[in-house]
């Protein structure tokens, strides 16, 4: 268990996920946690990360930093995902390593499952069969990232572990028109709709891609139940274990947005991997399960939008 005033370092705290993982701690009575902006620590800067990892000698790290984005800007920057997350997760990891860094928390994404995967995805299919296309560079740099995790365990007796959420959303979400995920994408656009009084919005795909949702505050309380309970070197995967597909989220969407328009579909974008889900009976047996259902959750995300106006500009 960690100490209430034990050194935690917050490694991507502005982002969605990062961000949220400091709200849980500070909610649960953590008092020494320990954050950069990207402007004072480049972690893809080697001798930067040692420097600091040197000077601040953290004692739990939460690894929460990476370069993301949806469908198109995966595809458009493949060399861009790989080498950036891969240089920022191998920097943090052996500098952590390398100063006696008591346990690390590697988060990941459930696109390193192959594509065509049984469902639901247990945490044992990995790498068993070919990765989705579209996000394979992202894919590829992120089970790097646990598989390093895993041999520091293997090789000198570390305690890092690793998490797999399935499609995150919520407060400071990325609503960016093309760069940023379906659901935020989504609020956007039909908030833009709606203000604007469009006839009909037009979606990617034909709809039919059935998808998982976890609210990223569910998502770092999850985090913070496994730093304190959970040892070993195969992921957990973080979901809801239900899933939806795409129309029934747009349609979702819409009903929460207010937007009472058409909505097309256009079958000539890609629509990504046909399903994914996770199975979550790994964390349920540990005694976690999530907390806020998919509408109450938009809701929350929309409130997030219309109150950070700036946001939806990144």
């Known amino acids: 268990m960690m100490e209430k005033n034990a050194k935690i370092y917050v490694a991507g705290h502005r982002g969605m996920v990062g961000s949220a993982i400091l709200r849980e701690l500070e909610r649960q009575g953590y008092t020494n946690i320990i954050t950069r902006t990207h402007k004072e620590l480049d972690l893809c800067r080697q001798e930067a990360v040692e420097r600091f990892f040197a000077e601040e000698k953290p004692e739990y790290v939460f690894l929460a930093a990476a370069k993301v984005g949806g469908i198109e800007a995966n595809s458009e920057a493949l060399a861009d995902f790989m080498y950036d997350n891969m240089i920022l997760e191998m920097n943090v990891i052996h500098a952590a390593w390398q100063n006696g860094c008591r346990k690390l928390e590697f988060l990941g994404s459930s696109c390193i ?45 570390t305690d890092y572990i690793s998490v797999m959420p399935t499609n995150l959303y919520g407060p400071n979400d990325n609503y960016h028109p093309t760069h940023s995920h379906v659901l935020p994408a989504l609020i956007r656009r039909f908030h833009e709709a709606k203000e604007q009084n469009l006839p009909f919005v037009t979606c990617w795909g034909d709809g039919s891609p059935l998808r998982e949702f976890l609210y990223v505050d569910d998502l770092a309380n999850l985090c913070v139940f496994l730093m304190n309970r959970y040892s070993g070197n195969e992921t957990v995967n973080a979901g809801t274990g239900k899933e939806l597909t795409i129309r029934e989220l747009t349609e979702l969407v819409a009903k929460v947005v207010g937007y009472t328009g058409e909505i097309r579909w256009d079958p000539t974008k890609p ?32 409130q997030d939008f219309l109150n950070n106006p700036m946001r939806a500009e990144r």
Do not use: F
């Open 271 to 302: 629509n990504g991997t046909p399903r994914k889900l996770l199975d979550v009976s790994k964390a349920a047996a540990l005694g976690w399960t999530y907390r806020t259902e998919l509408e109450e959750g938009i809701r929350l995300t929309y």
């Open 113 to 157: 499952y192959p594509r065509m995967a049984p469902q639901p995805m247990k945490e044992s299919c990995l790498l068993t069969s070919a990765l989705e296309k579209t996000n394979e560079a992202y894919a590829l740099a992120k089970i790097s990232g646990l598989k390093y995790c895993e041999y520091l365990n293997r090789q000198y007796g």
